[in-house]
């Protein structure tokens, strides 16, 4: 079992209790949507990985592993993630530590969906005319943030 299990059992418990209705399904979604960068882990690697955050919140200081700790494996790309992820940044356009490599870096770490979900994505962003290929759908998805970024900027000029 992974941690993109727990994910999904997470927000299929916060949607049961009507997300959006009260603070638990609220804690819930988010709480889902926090573990995205361990999805790949095993559920024993993330319970180590807290084991060594409460140490580290109660004591100050960390212990040494014993053992060498698992390369960590790429994260599981999803379709939802990425239009969060989009959401995410388009939101925080203003936000001059939003950094042009940060959004390709972001958006284009998605390249292993499929094209179908890639224009999936696009048009539930509201981007109407979506290309037919891969690469220029993520860069669709780049330019996306960035024309909000560029109004945001030329608004404070």
Known sequence: MTVADLQKYFRALAEVMGAGRGPAAKDLADAADRLGPFAASSVAEF?????????????????PPTAPLPSPKPQQKDPAGL???VR?????????????????RDINGHDKLTVAALTGVAKELGILDVPKKKPEILRALVRYVMDRKGAAVRADA
Do not use: K
Request: proline share 3%; no cysteine; aromatic share 6%.
């Open 88 to 104: 995410g940044h388009y939101a925080r356009a203003n936000d001059p530590s939003l950094t042009r490599e940060q959004v390709e």
């Open 47 to 63: 319970a180590a990985l807290l084991e060594l955050a409460r140490e580290y919140r109660d004591t100050g200081r960390l212990t």
């Open 83 to 85: 239009t969060r992820l």
